[in-house]
């Protein structure tokens, strides 16, 4: 069995390499850099599994890598950053990235956030446990391609926006709570998965709703959690 590899943009070398070796000694392949620009060619011609990056790089805003990565490749994206304003982390999550770590952390955080992001990936997708297509109103879902539509126009979702969508899919009609869904996706759910998961929310709606704050699709059942409207 390969071993994933994970590349890692950070350019502060202390942290670079304290995260080098706590995923090294979990027998990870790691490709490290300080540099966006490099990060984003070392992600091109490598392919890895997840990428760990950094939002203050020397070279270029860790947003832009994000963009220019999401140009031509799935691959998870894990900022890790020391940024812990919302709106970091709301306009990380709008150009692509699927999750947010903030310094410090501790080695067992990060260890499953990886595990999570390469647990959701595209490329390491094995099994569909939905029918091939789901259809409701304009929304469609084809999961053998993984590809959402709405008015039979492609919507690009990030790994974990497609994974929430497929959970409520999976228990459409059923309210699921916050706990439930974010123990699916990322294994637990403490305080930042919900509030990681709100953030999600809010960009699936923007994506897949008309009018986003009228939505017609997922439904918030207040103080509890979501559900997928089949009404």
């Not at 070398?13 to 995923?23: D, E």
């Not at 109103?137 to 929430?164: A, C, M, N, Q, W």
């Not at 699936?204 to 439904?219: C, D, G, S, V």
């Amino acid at each position: 069995m390969s071993k994933n590899l994970i590349l890692v943009v950070e350019d502060d070398s202390t942290i670079r390499k304290f995260i080098s070796t706590s995923l090294t000694t979990q027998d990870y392949l790691v490709k490290e850099t300080a540099f966006g620009k490099e990060g984003i060619s070392l992600c091109m011609s490598y392919s890895p599994d997840a990428v760990l990056l950094d939002l203050g790089l020397e070279d270029m805003d860790g947003i832009d890598v994000i963009k220019n990565i999401r140009i031509l490749s799935d691959v998870p994206i894990i900022v890790v950053s020391a940024r812990e304003q919302d709106r970091e982390k709301v306009e990380a999550f709008d150009m692509g990235a699927d999750d947010y770590i903030t310094k410090p952390f501790s080695v067992a955080e990060l260890l499953a956030r990886v595990r999570v992001a390469i647990r959701h990936s595209y490329k390491n997708k094995t099994t569909i446990v939905l029918k091939d297509k789901f259809i409701y109103k304009s929304l469609g879902i084809d999961f053998e391609r993984r590809r959402v539509t709405v008015d039979d126009i492609e919507v690009h979702l990030t790994p974990i926006e497609y994974d929430i969508l497929s959970l409520l899919v999976e228990h459409h009609g059923k309210v699921l709570t916050h706990k439930f869904i974010a123990k699916e996706i990322w294994g637990s759910a403490f305080g930042s998965e919900i509030k990681s998961l709100r953030v999600f929310m809010a960009n699936l709606r923007r994506k897949i709703e008309k009018q986003p704050a009228n939505p017609e699709y997922i439904i918030t059942e207040i103080g509890v959690g979501y559900k997928l409207n089949d009404e």
